[in-house]
């Protein structure tokens, strides 16, 4: 198993072989990246207990647009700073290719 700076298993003996690249955030930005998904993961929590207490439908369905709300803003968050980072770096290092990849993720967002 192999440690990231924070703590947290970051690959064990095996790679999952979907990506190869990596992105070192700061540590303001990780902790409001979790911050966010930690809020999310209690909202999915609270549709999931809505559910299980058979809640009334119209009551679920407003929460789950807010756990929808909040994955787009998260989304949104994550989208710029990987702009204002990954792709200004790889520019600044002539690698024009860095705006199609851009694209083509921004075109997969918007399905």
Same mark, same amino acid.
């Given at each position: 198993?192999?440690?990231?700076?924070?703590?947290?298993?970051?690959?064990? @003996?095996?790679? +999952?072989? +979907?990506? =190869? !690249?990596?992105? $070192?955030?700061?540590?303001?930005?990780?902790? &409001? /990246? %979790? =911050?966010?998904? #930690?809020? %999310? $993961?209690g909202q999915i929590r609270g549709i999931r207990?809505?559910?299980? !207490? &058979?809640?009334? +439908?119209? &009551? %679920?369905?407003?929460?789950?647009?807010?756990?929808?709300?909040? /994955? #787009?803003?998260?989304?949104? /968050? /994550?989208?710029? #700073? =990987?702009? !204002?980072?990954?792709?200004?770096?790889? %520019?600044?290092?002539?690698? @024009? &290719?860095?705006?199609e990849d851009l694209v083509e993720t921004i075109?997969?967002?918007?399905?």
């Amino acid at each position: 198993m192999e440690y990231g700076k924070r703590g947290i298993v970051v690959s064990e @003996e095996k790679e +999952c072989g +979907c990506c =190869h !690249r990596k992105k $070192e955030r700061t540590e303001q930005e990780y902790k &409001d /990246l %979790i =911050h966010r998904l #930690n809020r %999310i $993961e209690g909202q999915i929590r609270g549709i999931r207990g809505m559910v299980e !207490r &058979d809640a009334y +439908c119209t &009551d %679920i369905l407003m929460q789950v647009a807010a756990a929808n709300a909040a /994955l #787009n803003s998260f989304s949104k /968050l /994550l989208l710029a #700073n =990987h702009i !204002r980072t990954c792709v200004a770096q790889d %520019i600044r290092n002539g690698r @024009e &290719d860095t705006v199609e990849d851009l694209v083509e993720t921004i075109r997969k967002l918007m399905k």
